[in-house]
């Protein structure tokens, strides 16, 4: 557990990804570039900018999502967040982050990257930065009860075909997309 590790693993996963087009093979090459610059690049330290781990939770049917109501964002968007020093890999920081802001301790990750994001954001840095956003397959086990974390506003599941109207459809709507996929 260590930056090495957190480092070494956002690289293989981003050098797994099976990308669908060419926008996300251009962000794949770019978050490449940016972490063999960057050796620290996946702890929020790094300043200029960091990778973050995020999950789309969905039920085991994959007919809801599971979205959090972000106090910063004010947005209902994917569970996830920074990744810690105690993280073994990216993959733990994104179950990891699931699990506690759901409350639910047994999820099921899909180790494969699904999608990758990036975007401005001023988070608990308190300046201006850019996360870096690995995203993953999460799956709930039926009946999963679900407790809303101090990090969050409000957490619900929401039907898929009928999200929120101030969620990240677009986001949401793809990621759900590269989830039936598989």
Known sequence: MSAESLHRTATAALEGWKT????DESLRHTMLAFLASAPLGCLREHV????????LVLDEGGCHVLLTLHPRVGRWIQLGGHCEPS???VVDAAL???CEESGIPDLRIDPDLLSAHTHPITCSLGQPTRHLDLRFLVR???GAHIVRSSESTDLRWWPVDALPPNAEKSTIDQLVHLAGLR
């Not at 669908?20 to 926008?23: A, F, G, P, Q, R």
């Not at 200029?48 to 999950?55: M, Q």
């Open 20 to 23: 669908l087009d060419e926008n």
């Open 48 to 55: 200029p900018g960091h990778i973050t781990a995020s999950s």
């Open 87 to 89: 993280d073994e890999t």
């Open 96 to 98: 990891r982050e699931a």
């Open 140 to 142: 709930a086990r039926p």
